[in-house]
């Protein structure tokens, strides 16, 4: 089963020729189907607007940084099911300040790099099953091992490297079995250095990701 997606904003084709002499390849077709299925959702519909920002508001030199009104993120699961987030950025490679996994790109401006932005996840209103005491993991192996998250905000990672971010009762070393899930998310945004950019005309903001419940 492909993991759940949630936007914050297959087909396959194949042709072949007959010929009397043929060469052949192994495919192999794998996976699994889980019997339980998880739905995320936001309460603002994932989008972050910042509206209209006046070019005098940027720093020349350095980056100027917005934080977001948060939403609530809730993802329920038909079953206990174990799963971690991380997300997938729809302007991939757009990032003016590219930092580990856990930054998404806001678009180019011709070819300018217009900023970044994190989505964080943050500690205080985490609910598992309604209960209040959370640990935030962190995995930088695809699952592999995990790690307690200490600090207030916890990013969520990018499908640029191996992170994933999962939850569990207090205590916990490893994502546990959720039917429910709420926590509290806000975009800190970063727009580069007002040097950097040509500011004679508008300069859309335009940031797009997926956030995607892999399944355990």
Known sequence: MKPSRLLLLVMCTASASLSSAR??????????????????????DGSFEYGKIG???????HRTQF??????????????????????????????????DRHFGLGLHGVQK????????KAEGLTLDGNTQVARLRSTDNGVSWQLVS???????NEGGAGLIGFAPAGGVQPSAIRTLEALIEVDMH??????????????IDGASTLEVSYL
């Open 55 to 61: 070019s005098i508001e940027l720093h020349p030199v």
């Open 151 to 157: 600090t207030a905000d916890s990013p969520l990672p």
């Open 114 to 121: 217009v900023g970044t932005y994190f989505v964080l996840f």
């Open 23 to 44: 060469s052949t390849t192994e495919v192999s077709v794998t996976g699994s189907i889980t019997p339980a299925a998880c739905v995320p959702t936001l309460s603002g």
């Open 67 to 100: 934080v977001s009104t948060r939403q609530r993120l809730s993802i329920t699961c038909s079953a206990p099911t174990r799963f971690a987030l991380r997300g997938v950025d729809g302007r991939a490679g757009s990032a003016e300040w590219p930092v580990h």
């Open 191 to 204: 727009l580069a250095p007002g040097q950097s950019l040509t500011l004679t005309d508008e300069v859309p």
